[in-house]
């Protein structure tokens, strides 16, 4: 978010002050960046979704055998992994050459990778939903929307209205530039993490909650995973 949402330039500056004069042509590839890393982290949570559960469900059989495997979550998620791999490898040379041909991309190279890697990760992420079955009633729409989407939503409006009226004015000093890069990116982690928590509101509950031994409430994993606990730590 401080990347889309402040100057780019301020972290250009910050690493490659001889960039300054481009960019403008950083914006598509950082938008590209910053799209690629929410997909990407959405793959990892639903990822250890997956293998958590599965984890939990063998756990006590002594010996996995290959039939056992095949069922699992656990191979979905590597064949996800996979086809993740191929998707990327398969078009990054192609979506490079076709950026290439367009004209006009002077990061052609850079944009071609970033647009390989969305590919592979929404085809990766497509392949998971499709594989959760039962999974659905956990990762459930309510949630998801709750705690992710709502509190993306408004800390972007947040933002957008920040960002029009600070305006940083790059200087010549790497002590400035790294003051205002901490600054920007303090303001996106407190706007986020703020409005994230004041909207799910379970954090503290879930916290007081976790280590009882008769609690049985179904957590959501958005809420887990927003207070720093995976599923498969709860698992084990």
Do not use: W
């Amino acid at each position: 978010m401080a990347l889309s949402f402040f100057p780019p330039g301020i972290y250009i500056n910050l690493v490659r002050p001889s960039l300054r004069s481009e960019i403008n042509l950083l914006v598509l590839p950082v938008i590209l960046l910053a799209v690629n890393s929410v997909l990407g982290n959405v793959n990892q949570f639903i990822s250890n979704v997956m293998q958590g559960v599965d984890k939990r469900d063998i756990q006590d059989n002594r010996e996995i055998r290959p039939s056992v495997y095949l069922r699992s979550l656990i191979l979905h998620t590597h064949l996800a992994e996979l086809i993740f791999t191929i998707v990327y490898l398969s078009t990054m040379i192609p979506s490079i050459l076709l950026f290439k041909g367009l004209g006009g991309f002077t990061y052609y190279a850079v944009i071609g990778a970033l647009v390989s890697s969305l590919l592979a990760n929404t085809a990766a992420l497509g392949f998971r939903f499709v594989k959760l079955g039962s999974l659905k009633s956990v990762l459930n729409g309510g949630a998801l929307i709750l705690d992710y989407a709502i509190p993306s939503l408004v800390s972007i409006i947040i933002l957008t209205l920040i960002a029009h009226a600070v305006r940083f004015t790059l200087y010549p000093s790497i002590i400035i530039s790294l003051m205002q890069a901490v600054i920007a990116s303090l303001m996106a982690l407190i706007i986020y993490f703020g409005i994230a928590t004041a909207v799910s509101g379970e954090c503290e509950k879930y916290s007081d909650d976790f280590n009882k031994e008769d609690n049985q409430r179904d957590y959501r994993p958005s809420t887990l995973s927003a207070c720093g606990v995976h599923l498969h730590e709860r698992a084990a």
